[in-house]
């Protein structure tokens, strides 16, 4: 793909990004005073208290996060990173979005859906509308003590006392609800159906469970020669890697041939070579 055309996909899914993030604000989340986590959140928080709007106060929390991600990242993600954040204030400030429920289950589940669906889209556009993740990632190097799944879990456990304290318990349990769904529709958003899952595999069945996986899933196997801590036993132990749609069909395998195979999941971010071209490793 040529750079033009990628950078054209890429504002695409921006801009689709922004409106659909727009939807789970406006259309949703602002009427009903919930909020959701992260540095979005934080934005949402202080336009509650504050008379300065939501479009205002969104690049002025995310900016310098950009800015961070500027160095350690770059500037072709820093440039799509502001225009995304800037079209967001303003889609939110001329786009007249429906309020469209009453119901704050629905709100707070299907506005934490469109802010997931906009974020993902914008990141898989190599940029972001919310710069939590920046802000994770700066704190676990600084620290070295915290991950950055945990740098951002207790960022919004922090957010989240906060929000109970200025908005309510309720509303702070339906924005803890919000941000729920906003994150399973993100990571879904962004790895789909082809997020991948690594399965080690202890069977006394090990050969005849790689030549179904290599043979029915075209998946590749890796076979490593271990023994057992307690029995001292020798045996082979099997590694595959696979999308989340044929975690299933692994698991039948191995119940098929070995309902009492000693079997773990490992959820991946990314995996990349021999997966894609489902070359087994014999």
């Given at each position: ?105 629905l709100t707070s589940i299907f506005g934490g859906f469109f802010i997931g669906v906009g974020i993902g ?74 997020e991948y899952t690594a399965i080690t595999i202890i069977s006394n069945q090990s050969t005849a469970i ?56 490992h959820t991946l971010s990314n995996a990349e070579g021999g997966v894609v071209k489902k070359q087994a490793?014999?």
């Open positions: 793909m040529s750079r033009g055309l990628s950078e054209l996909r890429n504002g695409s899914l921006i801009v689709l990004g922004v409106l659909c993030a727009g939807m789970g604000l406006n259309g949703f989340l602002m009427s009903s005073s919930f909020i959701d986590g992260g540095v979005t959140g934080v934005s949402m928080l202080l336009a509650k208290v504050s008379p300065v709007p939501l479009s205002v106060w969104l690049p002025l929390v995310n900016l310098p996060f950009v800015a961070i991600g500027y160095r350690h990242i770059g500037r072709a993600f820093a440039i799509r990173s502001v225009l995304a954040i800037a079209g967001l204030a303003l889609a939110l400030v001329v786009i007249p979005y429906p309020d469209v429920t009453p119901d704050l289950v889209l914008a990141v898989r556009g190599g940029a972001v509308l919310d710069g939590t993740e920046i802000a994770a990632l700066l704190i676990s190097k600084r620290t070295h003590l915290l991950k950055v799944g945990d740098t951002i879990l207790a960022f919004n456990v922090v957010l989240f006392l906060a929000a109970m304290s200025l908005l309510g318990v309720e509303a702070a349990l339906y924005s803890i609800l919000t941000y729920i769904s906003a994150a399973k529709t993100l990571d879904f958003v962004i790895y789909g159906l082809d790689r030549q179904m996986i290599t043979g029915e899933l075209g998946r590749g196997v890796t076979v490593y020669r271990g023994y057992g801590g307690l029995l001292r036993e020798e045996r082979d132990i099997l590694n595959c890697v696979v999308t989340r749609l044929e975690v299933g069909k692994v698991r039948a395998i191995v119940q098929t041939l070995d309902a009492g195979a000693f079997v773990t999941y490793l014999h």
